[in-house]
């Protein structure tokens, strides 16, 4: 996939999350710890995949530094996100976005049709933020 | 290997005073806190001592994956029964994960990874040594203050 596209796709990412994370900050009232648990849990894994993969396949030359980074952005989107609602949702998000960034950078590395993988990967990511607002929506 | 060994130590260390702590407040969990903490402590200890255990002896691969469960285990029944399930659910996660990790630093032709040189993957074992126990001491601190709160 050529560079053009990846950097596209990092920015549509950067300014969803920024997005979703003023709209979720006006609704944090609305929101229990349940769904506030799982939002966090998605939001960061979410984070710490995306950024693994798209980072490894632009940069594939820097294994170590690239888990460290994609590491360093799982904890810190799902501590974000879980410091909205709760000290157990922020915990639970920190360890998720840990546990995900260090293995995504491996999944980029020993894929053979990277362009499948990022397409998927996002068609998850968008299906994720659909069903999270519309179970905002019903809560 | 010196660094590795020394790492290995000072979780252990962490992880058994932390553990210590778990055995005299107890009590005072409710049901929800209790998964939460068991979830994050088995996860983040199986993982970190499985990767330490498979750079220390890269040839005994279900020594490690079973120690993982053998955390899970530990904790969880440390904790409630419901935890029990949780616990060993997420330690062998972790053990497989730490496993995989520790296989994939020590031989990157493993993961199409473009390093060849012997100094360059020493390095990177030292590295990524290193930034686990850094992790690995955050989420510990953040355990111990969440029993003060």
Known sequence: ?????????????????????????????????????????????????????VLILEFPFHFTLITIVSTMIGVLTGALFGLLFDYQTFITGLTNGMMVGLMSPMIGTVLDAPDQIIWLVHGLFFACLILVMISIQRS | ????????????????????????????????????????????????????????????????????????????????????????????????????LGAVIQNPALCNIPIKSEAMISNNIYVIAFFAACLYTVVLILIRYSFRV
């Open chain 1, 1 to 53: 996939m050529e560079m053009f596209t990846l950097s596209g796709f990092v920015c549509l990412d950067i300014f969803l999350y920024v997005c979703f994370f003023i709209y979720l900050s006006r609704k944090r009232k609305l929101i229990g710890f349940q769904l506030g648990m799982n939002i966090s849990q998605v939001m960061g894994g979410m984070a710490a995949l995306l950024s693994g993969i």
């Open chain 2, 1 to 100: 290997m010196m660094l590795i060994v020394l790492l290995f130590i000072w979780s252990v260390m962490g992880f058994l005073s932390t553990y210590h702590t778990f055995k005299q407040k107890r009590v005072l969990f409710d049901d929800h806190f209790t998964m939460t903490i068991c979830m994050v402590a088995t996860m983040a200890t199986s993982f970190v001592f499985c990767l330490y255990l498979i750079l220390l002896l890269p040839d005994f691969q279900v020594v490690s994956v079973s120690f993982g469960l053998w955390i899970g285990w530990k904790i969880g029944s440390k904790l409630r029964n419901p935890a029990k399930l949780n616990g060993l659910y997420n330690g062998t996660m972790g053990g497989i994960m730490g496993t995989m």
